[in-house]
Nanobody, 129 residues
Framework: VQLQASGGGLVQVGGSLRLSCAAPERTFNARMGWFRQAPGKEREFVAALSWRSGSTFYADSVKGRFTISRDGGKNELYLQMNSLKPEDTAAYYC????????????????????????WGQGTLVTVSS
C-alpha cells in the first residue's frame, strides 16, 4: 500500500498549512497517523486517529493547534496545522496500520511508529521566523 502525502511548504510563524495523505482505493487502514522528523532528530509522533470511530490522539506539542481528520469517501487523511512555530519545521510522514487487533489500542499504541506498517514518502514543512 503506497500512501501519498502532500501539502507541505514554506510558511511564516503563526501561519497555517493543511497536509493530505491519499491511500489507494479499496484499501483500509484501521489506524492512521502523522509523524514528523526534523533534521538531526528522531521521528516523532504528531497525531493519529481510529478510522472507524474517529477517535483522535495528539502529541502534547501540537494539541490545540493541529487537527487530524479523515474523509472515508476519498480514503484520505488530513492534518490541519495552525499557529505554526519554527519548531514545527520537519518532514511530515503519514502512516497506516492495517492490522486487525483483538482489542481497542490506547494512545501509547497510536504514538509508536513501529505499529504502523505503511508509510508515505514525506512532505516538507518549513516555518520561517
Amino acid at each position: 500500500v503506497q500512501l501519498q502525502a502532500s501539502g507541505g511548504g514554506l510558511v511564516q510563524v503563526g501561519g497555517s498549512l493543511r497536509l493530505s495523505c491519499a491511500a489507494p482505493e479499496r484499501t483500509f487502514n484501521a489506524r492512521m497517523g502523522w509523524f514528523r522528523q526534523a533534521p538531526g532528530k528522531e521521528r516523532e509522533f504528531v497525531a493519529a486517529l481510529s478510522w472507524r470511530s474517529g477517535s483522535t490522539f495528539y502529541a502534547d506539542s501540537v494539541k490545540g493547534r493541529f487537527t487530524i481528520s479523515r474523509d472515508g469517501g476519498k480514503n484520505e487523511l488530513y492534518l490541519q496545522m495552525n499557529s505554526l512555530k519554527p519548531e514545527d519545521t520537519a518532514a511530515y510522514y503519514c502512516a497506516g496500520d492495517s492490522k486487525t487487533l483483538g482489542y481497542n489500542p490506547n494512545s501509547i499504541y497510536y504514538s509508536r511508529a513501529a505499529n504502523y506498517n505503511y508509510w508515505g514518502q514525506g512532505t516538507l514543512v518549513t516555518v520561517s521566523s
